[in-house]
């Protein structure tokens, strides 16, 4: 009865067997001369460990506030878009409501500068 | 459910704030020096608001799908929140400038904040008075910081942010147990299941942690702590703001949560309530005695007014109801004007706020010293001024539901309160030293401190004025 399921155990058995040797090919054939640079972990070439009381600057935080305006008009907009035929012109003129109070709060901080980095 | 026209003229004075809020941050956008213009569109806005408030007051119903009140409470509440960002944007203008923080910001925060009041005052469901709750206290955090150079103000702004923010998680929880143990988040349905449901541990615990964030907003002790250094470092316009504006709202919301009929049928709640209150009274004005600096002052006799407005939610009557009403906007306006006449005195580096720097002041300056010794006559509850009818009223209340001794209580406190509030009226008219420095002031903080002057007097002797349009909404 189980018979039928053999391919499909032979299948398991090479894909299991081709993923070991994908993973492990490289360390088996090829050459290793490890130095300090090689074996840290790579991080976008920052230092990977590094002291955490460190200063930087305000400007990151203020790029982080910037993204968060935006990240939560999407979070509205998706559910919006998808219920959108059921919400009629109340939908179209509430989310109307959102985005230009939205534009208004995006125009006073580009014209302030804070968009400039320097 | 759909949003119609009609919502956004119901709720007509939170669409104009709203509106006039925007406005002011678009013209701060395109235009260079716009301090002057942003603090009369301010103005202007916040009159039509009241104008919209006062007279759409009759048509009471509901909006936005049953989530926001209209009319009755709400408006009433609105014209007071309306007068408190009125005269702090009066008194602002002069202040501002000599703190180098005139930014049209100021005026489009003050705005924000004067919306989410009205918002928790109109809230017909916990999820509009959230909303309501955190656009006020976000808009505090922010403008408590507003000194960005100075210290204390950094301060203050952090102490009240951590904590406001730790408070928040108290309220938002029992939001969620209450929704829990009633399945529904409309006050209007809460209150009314509380008869309805059997004892309840998740319900009364619900209501428990409800009243640990409001007791926060309203300054009540135990959970007083923030209160003296936020109102030492913020700006003393944006204190007096914080103080009025902030505690009538949040006591909006406590009377529309915790109304009378649902404190008359949770017993425990009843009894709580009376603790907070008496202990607000009796920490606040002993603590306030010691006090030197009189904005620190103020901030302590803040906590013990909070302590006499909640008599009036023990109460739980219709005396103690419209006792609170009355109270909030007779303490809105004499606070406002006692923080108004410091702000003019208060030079560049938070100099001239101790008692001392009054003394003999009544010489110098005959028409402030006499505006503030109204205001502090009014706070220590002296008739015939505005302060003592509030404290009448919500006492008389207390009276009536069986709870003298919190009434006693409240008496006793008040007499304990004179000796601070008279020390620096016997200073500032007995002493003579007159070394305190020209105040500045500009003939709109000057028309408002004269404006609080004259409703402190009027609504002392004429109570009924306000007392009428109460009366009908209960």
């Known amino acids: 009865m189980l018979e039928q399921y053999v391919p499909i155990g032979i299948m398991m058995l090479f894909a299991v067997a081709f993923g070991i040797v994908l993973v492990n090919i490289n360390r088996w054939i090829g050459p290793r001369r490890p130095s300090t640079e090689k074996l840290s972990t790579y991080e976008s070439g920052m230092e990977p460990v590094r002291t955490a009381r460190e200063r930087f600057s305000v400007k990151f935080y203020l790029v982080a506030m910037l993204f968060i305006v935006f990240d939560l008009e999407i979070v509205f907009l998706y559910p919006w878009a998808v219920v959108f035929r059921e919400l009629e012109t109340a939908g179209i003129v509430g989310m109307g409501v959102f985005l230009i109070v939205l534009s208004i709060g995006f125009l006073y901080e580009w014209k302030k500068g804070a968009m400039d980095w320097h | ?474």
């Not at chain 2, 202007?44 to 009759?58: D, K, Q």
């Not at chain 2, 702090?88 to 180098?100: A, C, W």
């Not at chain 2, 951590?162 to 939001?175: D, E, K, M, Q, S």
Request: aromatic share 12%; with cysteine.
């Open chain 2, 1 to 474: 459910m759909s949003i119609s026209f009609q919502d956004v003229i119901a709720t007509g004075p939170i669409t104009v704030v709203s509106i006039v809020a925007l406005v002011v941050l678009i013209v701060e956008t395109i235009r260079d020096k716009t301090e002057l213009l942003t603090c009369w569109i301010s103005i202007t806005g916040l009159v039509l608001a009241m104008i919209v408030a006062f007279t759409s007051i009759e048509n009471t119903g509901t909006a936005y799908s049953g989530m926001v009140n209209t009319g009755g409470y709400a408006n009433f509440f609105a014209v007071v929140f309306c007068i408190a960002g009125l005269l702090s944007t009066m008194l602002s203008k002069s202040y501002i400038q000599k703190e180098n923080i005139e930014h049209g910001e100021y005026y489009f925060l003050l705005l924000l904040a004067v919306v989410g009041m009205m918002l928790m005052a109109a809230a017909a469901d916990l999820i509009i008075f959230f909303l309501g709750l955190e656009l006020m206290s976000v808009t505090f955090y922010v403008m408590a910081g507003f000194v960005r150079k100075r210290q204390a103000s950094n301060e203050a702004a952090l102490k009240y942010f951590l904590l406001g923010a730790f408070a928040t998680g108290f309220l938002l929880y029992g939001i969620a147990l209450l929704y829990g143990s009633t399945g529904t988040t409309n006050i209007e349905s809460i209150i009314s299941r509380a008869d309805i449901l059997p004892p309840n541990t998740t319900f009364l615990i619900g209501l428990g942690l409800l009243l640990i964030g409001l007791a926060f907003k309203v300054a009540a002790v135990p959970f007083h702590m923030w209160v003296p250094d936020v109102y030492e470092g913020s700006p003393t316009t944006v204190s007096g703001f914080m103080s009025t504006g902030g505690k009538a709202a949040a006591f909006s919301a406590l009377l529309l949560i915790f109304a009378p009929k649902l404190v008359n049928l949770v017993g425990p709640i009843q009894e709580v309530l009376a603790v907070l209150s008496a202990l607000s009274m009796i920490v606040g004005n002993v603590i306030a005695i010691s006090q030197t600096s009189i904005k620190r002052m103020l901030a302590y006799s803040s906590i013990a007014h909070a302590g006499y407005l909640l008599t009036g939610v023990v109460a739980a009557n219709a005396s103690g109801t419209k006792g609170i009403l009355f109270y909030l906007i007779a303490y809105t306006v004499m606070n406002i004007g006692a923080f108004g006449v410091l702000s003019t005195f208060e030079s560049k580096d938070r100099q001239n706020l101790t008692f001392d720097d009054y003394a003999g002041l009544s010489s110098k300056k005959p028409v402030l010293a006499g505006l503030m010794a109204l205001f502090m006559f009014s706070l220590s509850g002296i008739p015939p001024f505005a302060g003592f009818f509030g404290k009448y009223y919500v006492f008389v209340g207390a009276v009536e539901a069986g709870y003298t001794w919190l009434a006693i209580v409240g008496v006793l406190m008040s007499v304990v309160s004179v000796y601070y509030y008279l020390r620096l009226v016997v200073l500032m008219y007995f002493k003579e030293q007159a070394v305190i420095s020209e105040p500045t002031v500009s003939s709109l903080g000057l028309t408002a401190l004269v404006i609080s002057g004259v409703a402190v007097v009027e609504l002392g002797i004429f109570p009924s004025t306000v007392l009428n349009i109460i009366a009908n909404f209960f």
